[in-house]
Nanobody, 118 residues
Framework: QVRLVESGGGLVQSGGSLRLSCTASGSISSIDAMNWYRQAPGKQREWVAR???????SIALSVKGRFTISRDNAKNTVYLQMNSLKPEDTAAYSC????????????WGQGTQVTVSS
């Protein structure tokens, strides 16, 4: 249905920035929304941000004001811009694509690691 590939993770110092990318292929027109999640070692997966097919965005309170989600339709790519990074932002970040109507599905990418050093 939909294949997702994330990129852009890495090691950054506290206060730095990274931009994660999630590029979709396949049945892109069937996607209702795309989300970013993160999971730190020993913790539950946490929702970070969402962008819907009509461009409405939502950001988790824990990262609001520092992270933004956007997309480039021409590149079939959703971005997570992360600024003012903190060590507690260290996690494996994954994106998913969701369809909630018709033939619903959830597709996940493989994830990308973000490590913020203090």
């Amino acid at each position: 249905q939909v294949r997702l590939v994330e990129s852009g993770g890495g090691l950054v110092q506290s206060g730095g920035s990274l931009r994660l990318s999630c590029t979709a292929s396949g049945s892109i027109s069937s996607i209702d929304a795309m989300n970013w999640y993160r999971q730190a070692p020993g913790k539950q997966r946490e929702w970070v941000a969402r962008i819907t097919d009509n461009g409405v965005t939502s950001i988790a309170l824990s990262v609001k004001g520092r992270f933004t989600i956007s997309r480039d339709n021409a590149k079939n790519t959703v971005y997570l811009q992360m600024n003012s990074l903190k060590p507690e932002d260290t996690a494996a970040y994954s994106c998913n694509a969701v369809r909630v109507t018709g033939n619903p599905f959830v597709s996940w990418g493989q994830g990308t690691q973000v490590t913020v050093s203090s």
